[in-house]
């Protein structure tokens, strides 16, 4: 599976973008697929998580309520839409495939797409 995230951009706060990530292959609905960010001089840090159905869905707590992932298995993209954006979710943001489910561990996800940059600023 290859992976292409899209979307970013500069945005004020507490406004809104919507990542995509374009899924090339044809297993794209077999894989889990989750979204990562990187801010500067920080760790990679979980953001959410979708099951390969689509039927369920997780969230790191800093952005729950704000954001919400989902899939379109038939156009073999998944989404982020990001609300009340804030400064400190400024990042590179990272579309992830794998096989496990519920995980928030970089390290368990088989592909990745390259990073697409959000900044938050006025």
């Known amino acids: 599976v290859q992976l292409q995230a899209s979307g970013g951009g500069l945005v004020q706060p507490g406004g809104s973008l919507r990542l995509s990530c374009a899924a090339s292959g044809r297993t794209f609905n077999m894989y889990n697929m989750g979204w990562f960010r990187q801010a500067p001089g920080k760790d990679c840090e979980f953001v959410a998580t979708?099951?390969?159905?689509?039927?369920?869905?997780y969230y790191a707590d800093s952005v729950k309520g704000r954001f919400t992932i989902s899939r379109d298995n038939a156009k073999n993209t998944v989404y982020l839409q990001m609300n009340s954006l804030k400064p400190e979710d400024t990042a590179l943001y990272y579309c992830?495939?794998?096989?496990?489910?519920?995980?928030?561990?970089?390290?368990?996800?088989?592909?990745w797409g390259q990073g697409t940059l959000v900044t938050v600023s006025s």
């Open positions: 979708i099951r390969w159905s689509g039927r369920s869905t």
């Open positions: 992830a495939a794998g096989d496990m489910w519920l995980t928030t561990k970089s390290a368990e996800y088989d592909y």
